[in-house]
């Protein structure tokens, strides 16, 4: 892959002179990239990792559009296909992406170099704009608010019998329309089930009422479904099998074969798990624990989350631990297995926060989900001089009833909603409310890329308002 070097042409010149410009907040980011040129090594080292000879071959996007790219992606929450079309339509964002009047990179381009780019090198791409913050004098760390949220996974809404039916699909679709072209004979005894575990699919989807003959019908059709899902996953596996023992004369060819079969046998193993956990509920009575469910096999990752909401009371994802400044920077995130509870991050985040800024900050204000004893004691030995958390559960005493209707209590809390607006546009305007990338590193790379591209619009706006404050004394 070598670097793209493009010549401004006329044209440029002469937008310039017209004065087509960035809309503001573009500007000062690109302006802020362009004094932080050790953040293009960081995405320049993930470009290159794997290549055997980097300096050559067609060219391809550089470190610097690949950035400034992937940051315009998240800010404007646009899908791959759009951001191109946007890119290529006008030269504001050709100037932004540092594209000029190049030709832009396909959708696909955009998505395969985004890929490439690690969570840890988006968290430390994170890292250096909080580091580059604190050097402005923009933040002095001393306030911090937390709080939670679910940012789903890409899937639809699991049920044992869609769950088998994609199953049922998938291997089917992998063992007749891929292998069978290129081995028919290693694909000779697989039978096509898919028209009739998706009819019993949509059977049980139709019962809703289980009493009485209907119950007994309703567990006839998951034993039916069961049943077929099990003889195609025995099938796939035979035919796998056949295919790796068939001797092919193009080494490319048997490459292609491996990697259809490690993908059947991938798929086949979680139609196992989904398997069992059906029997279990269905047939034997039992109560599958969350942790042990399966409910995707395209995003096996995802968790189930309940957290006591009207409108939500089940989501499938991953929770994810956000912690904001009194300025509106996110200084720490986090991608959680489970659903742990909030008060098990308290102890994390104040370690982070020092690892980041040096040293604990003064307020520390979060919702009553992070109280507990554990989460007091972390904040004493952090040394945590205002730890403002609404007592969760049990009868208040004198002291702490005293202690949160008082004016600096409220005045703290008040403070803490704040975080409930970041969270807000995260999800409505960053796109964090669903990670449409597959595979729980591209999640937390998603999650870190929306967090950075958070951060960014804020500190552009910060910069904005500093650079106004002169003129207008100089107007007074």
């Known amino acids: 892959m070598r670097s793209r070097h493009v010549q401004r042409s006329f044209a440029e010149f002469e937008f310039e002179l017209q004065g087509v410009r960035l809309e503001p907040v573009l500007q000062q980011i690109s302006d802020f990239l362009d004094c932080h040129g050790e953040l293009l090594d960081l995405v320049e080292e993930d470009l290159r990792r794997g290549l055997k000879r980097a300096g050559t071959g067609r060219a391809g996007l550089g470190a610097e559009q690949v950035l400034r790219s992937f940051l315009l992606w998240r800010i404007k929450d646009w899908p791959y296909r759009e951001l191109r079309a946007h890119i290529a339509d006008g ?26 780019l690690s969570p840890a090198t988006v968290r430390r791409l994170n890292e250096a704009v909080l580091h580059a913050i604190v050097t402005l004098g923009l933040e002095d760390a001393n306030q911090l608010r937390v709080d939670t949220m679910v940012v789903e996974s890409n899937i639809h809404y699991p049920t044992d019998s869609t769950l088998l039916w994609d199953g049922v699909r998938v291997l089917s679709r992998l063992v007749r329309d891929h292998l069978a072209p290129k081995l028919p004979e290693a694909t000779h005894g697989f039978s096509n089930h898919t028209r009739r575990a998706r009819r019993r699919m949509q059977e049980i989807a139709r019962m809703r009422d289980r009493k009485g003959k209907r119950q007994r019908a309703w567990r006839r059709k998951y034993g039916d479904l069961i049943t077929l899902s099990y003889r195609v996953t025995v099938e796939a596996r035979q035919a796998a099998e056949a295919a790796r023992t068939t001797p092919v004369d193009d080494p490319m060819q048997g490459l292609l074969i491996d990697a259809l079969c490690a993908q059947i046998d991938h798929y086949a193993k979680l139609t196992d798990r989904v398997i069992d956990q059906t029997r279990r509920r269905v047939f034997a009575g039992e109560t599958v624990a969350a942790e042990e469910k399966l409910y995707s096999i395209f995003e096996p990752h995802t968790d189930l989350i309940k957290r006591g909401k009207a409108r939500k009371p089940v989501e499938f994802g991953h929770k994810v631990f956000l912690a904001e400044s009194r300025r509106g ?42 109280d507990s004893e554990a989460a007091r004691h972390a904040a004493a030995t952090a040394k945590v001089e205002q730890l403002v958390i609404p007592q969760r559960g049990g009868t208040l005493s004198e002291e702490r009833a005293a202690a ?11 403070f803490r909603a704040g975080i409930e607006g970041t969270i807000s546009v995260l999800m409505r305007g960053r796109g964090m409310r669903r990670c449409r990338l597959s595979g729980p590193a591209r999640f937390e790379m998603f999650v870190g890329v ?26 007074a």
């Open 450 to 475: 929306s967090v950075l591209a958070n951060n960014l619009m804020r500190l552009a706006a910060l910069l904005a308002k500093r650079k106004r404050r002169p003129a207008l004394a100089k107007a």
């Open 91 to 116: 030269y504001p964002l050709r100037q932004f992406t540092r594209f000029g009047s190049g030709a832009v990179a396909k959708a696909d381009a955009f998505q395969r170099s985004f890929v490439r």
């Open 329 to 370: 920077f996110i200084t720490d995130y986090r991608v959680l297995d489970g659903n742990p509870i909030d008060s098990d991050q308290v102890q994390p985040s104040l370690q982070e926060h020092r690892r980041n800024f040096g040293k604990s900050p003064r307020l520390y204000t979060g919702d009553r989900g992070f």
């Open 404 to 414: 949160q209707h008082s004016k600096p209590f409220k005045k703290a809390q008040g």
